[in-house]
């Protein structure tokens, strides 16, 4: 059973960063999943943000590819998420998720995984 948990979230000004972290528990190999954060605002549809294949390769949708840098820590079983330049559409809920069935060439398809954290809140406001 794999788990995840996520934090960083946080409420920030427009313009500030943050740093979200995703922690994988309940596996007792080297990771070599699909691994993926989504976003989901109020009234919206879940958005993939970056999928990330087990070597460390990134896909990012074309939205974010300027300001969230997603990264995987293989030896901490972690995945995080650098967000810059905060804007007020940023405000959503961010998610971990992970594959128990796709291993490489990782989509940001919601469907793709079975694993899914709680989540954790970015609110951007003045």
């Known amino acids: 059973q794999v788990d995840l948990a996520e934090s960083g979230g946080g409420s920030v000004p427009p313009g500030g960063s943050l740093r979200l972290s995703c922690s994988v528990s309940g596996v007792s190999r080297k990771p070599e999943y699909c691994m993926a954060w989504f976003r989901q605002a109020p009234g919206k549809e879940r958005e993939g943000i970056v999928a990330v294949d087990p070597d460390g390769r990134t896909r990012y949708s074309d939205s974010a590819k300027n300001r969230f840098v997603a990264s995987k820590d293989i030896a901490k079983n972690t995945l995080s998420l650098e967000i810059m330049h905060l804007d007020p559409s940023d405000t959503a809920m961010y998610y971990c998720?992970?594959?128990?069935?796709?291993?490489?060439?990782?989509?940001?398809?919601?469907?793709?995984?079975?694993?899914w954290g709680q989540g954790t809140q970015v609110t951007v406001s003045s």
């Open positions: 998720a992970a594959s128990s069935i796709f291993t490489n060439l990782c989509l940001r398809r919601t469907d793709n995984y079975d694993r």
